[in-house]
């Protein structure tokens, strides 16, 4: 089974910026694309950033310039560096990871971690 955890949140000032990162942990799997989506509250889930395994990636019109998607594919990691925050960027943070194990192919999900954003 592949599981997914995410770090690196907490409470920071407008302006600042935050790193998250997700692992990935299992056995014989590999990972195509992994990505970092966010819930604020009372909204629903939105996409922020994704990269394949080959490295190309996709961002959210919101935080174009400011946040930067990148992965580890030896140590199947996926981080984002979170730059110029604001205060609507509060919400719960978390990591996808789509691929494959020997038997089935996996969409699977981490247990998030809250990022706040102080004016």
């Known amino acids: 089974q592949v599981q997914l955890v995410e770090s690196g949140g907490g409470l920071v000032q407008a302006g600042g910026s935050l790193r998250l990162s997700c692992a990935a942990s299992?056995?014989?799997?590999?990972?195509?694309?992994m990505g970092w989506y966010r819930q604020a509250p009372g909204k629903q889930r939105e996409l922020v950033a994704t990269?394949?395994?080959?490295?190309?990636?996709t961002y959210a019109d919101f935080v174009k310039g400011r946040f930067t998607i990148s992965r580890d594919n030896a140590k199947n990691m996926v981080y984002v560096e979170m730059n110029s925050l604001k205060p609507e960027d509060t919400g719960v943070y978390y990591c996808?990871?789509?691929?494959?194990?020997?038997?089935?192919?996996?969409?699977?999900w981490g247990q998030g971690t809250q990022v706040t954003v102080s004016s």
């Open positions: 990269i394949t395994s080959g490295g190309s990636t």
């Open positions: 299992g056995s014989d799997f590999s990972i195509n694309a």
């Open positions: 996808n990871a789509m691929g494959k194990t020997t038997f089935r192919l996996f969409d699977i």
